[in-house]
């Protein structure tokens, strides 16, 4: 409890700047072309009028103010409730970057080293095993003790050998469903600790370090929160970070005061989209965000809006402060920002985010430097330190076909610029 009221304490002391909306400001005066970015208008609504995806909300800023901001379609096509430019989003793996920061205010207070093994605070993760053989008969399987311990830095960077439930490989899938150990993905009744302290027994698909592998890895970094911090994952977030930076609309579950602005989710069906009225991944309610609700998912659980986190990606692009509130050192920001993986590994990856360096920049027209991520739901954002511009665009689909939504994003507003 004490430790609880401090963290509300100093919430209740940090600059009331922080609550403030973000800065509006043309983009002329921030060397954009507004005629250039209708465009996004442009492919947008033809999206949504050809019954492809149901809406949008779209944030671009540029040197910290937002100069398009914008909704497009319904948050509920069948009822024609338009949606707006402060809807909430299922923002899934979006989630991700968020523990990782949480992961690193801990790591700025000495609870840890990057390279401790995280046996040594989740002592479940101990003497791990790499699969051999799993035998789908009965989905029993053969190990291999692991050549070392599994890292925090691995786990920041995907490379410990933790796979997905739900969503990763077919042996995998199949170990952790057998197991109970979910996706994180609208999970709601369930405890993260217990199904933490499960995984930490299950094999790991390749030695640790080895390899990158897309997993379970931030879920395990939101328990390590919660075990350094002694505060749950949600109350950690919400003291830490979001009032800090004046995220008010970001949540694991929703305050009833705010579900009329959850958008529906919306699936492809015979080419046309249809509200989600099924279960989704492992029977998850597509409604999750107004369950009230007791997993907090560190790899894939929050729901926000393009303004709470705008306010989170301008953060780093500040190195550290957002409206008089410092959270995380310059020191650390780069730290983050810089690829940890090294070959054979060429995945370029930093602490929490996936990055443009040298050896990735000829793919995308992204400045170098710059860091991005998305979510399950056919939400997309980056952040170009280079440009002092942050972008997203967020939808509301379930295995959308549109997938490159994201990409013509960039393109569209990347065009746009003119100085």
């Not at 950690?236 to 529906?264: A, C």
Request: with cysteine; aromatic share 10%.
């Amino acid at each position: 409890m004490t430790k609880i009221f401090c963290l509300l304490l100093i919430c209740a002391l940090c600059p009331a700047a922080a609550s403030q909306p973000l800065t509006l400001a043309k983009p002329e005066d921030q060397g954009m072309s507004g005629p250039r970015l209708v465009r996004i208008d442009n492919m947008i609504n033809d999206l949504v009028e050809r019954d492809q995806i149901p809406g949008a909300v779209v944030l671009i800023m540029r040197n910290g103010k937002a100069v398009y901001h914008k909704a497009y379609g319904f948050r509920d096509a069948e009822g024609k409730k338009e949606l707006k430019k402060d809807d909430i989003f299922r923002i899934a793996s979006q989630t991700k970057a968020i523990t990782s920061l949480a992961v690193m205010l801990l790591f700025e207070e000495g609870k840890f080293v990057l390279d401790d093994p995280v046996s040594r605070y989740i002592p479940e993760f101990r003497n791990p095993k790499v699969l051999v053989n799993l035998n789908w008969a009965d989905t029993t399987y053969t190990t291999t003790p692991a050549k070392s311990e599994v890292t925090i830095r691995q786990l920041l960077t995907h490379s410990s050998g933790i796979d997905y439930a739900s969503i990763g490989s077919q042996e995998f899938k199949a170990i952790y469903a057998k197991a109970g150990v979910p996706s994180g993905i609208g999970t709601d009744n369930m405890v993260l600790a217990e199904k933490m302290k499960i995984l930490g027994g299950l094999p790991l698909r390749h030695q640790p370090g080895e390899q990158y592998t897309y997993g379970l890895n931030t879920d395990v970094l939101g328990y390590l929160v919660e075990v350094l911090s002694g505060l749950p994952l949600d109350q950690f977030f919400r003291t830490r970070i979001f009032q800090p930076l004046g995220m008010n609309d970001t949540y694991f579950f929703l305050p009833p005061e705010k579900h009329s602005r959850l958008v529906w989710l919306y699936q492809t069906r015979n080419g046309k989209i249809q509200k989600m009225d099924k279960p989704a991944y492992e029977g998850v309610n597509p409604q999750y965000p107004t369950l009230n609700g007791t997993y907090f998912s560190g790899g894939a659980g929050l729901s926000s809006t393009v303004e709470d986190y705008g306010k989170f990606l301008q953060l780093f692009l500040n190195k550290g402060e957002f409206n008089g509130v410092r959270l995380l050192s310059r020191k650390t920001v780069e730290l983050m920002l810089t690829n940890q993986l090294q070959p054979p590994v060429t995945q370029q990856f930093g602490l929490g985010f996936g990055l443009e360096t040298e050896k990735n920049d000829h793919q995308s027209i992204l400045s170098l430097g710059s860091f991005s991520w998305g979510g399950a739901f056919n939400t997309h954002y980056w952040a170009d330190p280079k440009e002092k511009l942050v972008g997203m665009i967020f939808t509301n689909m379930y295995a959308s076909p549109y997938w490159t939504i994201g990409d013509k994003f960039k393109v569209l507003t990347y065009q746009a610029i003119t100085d």
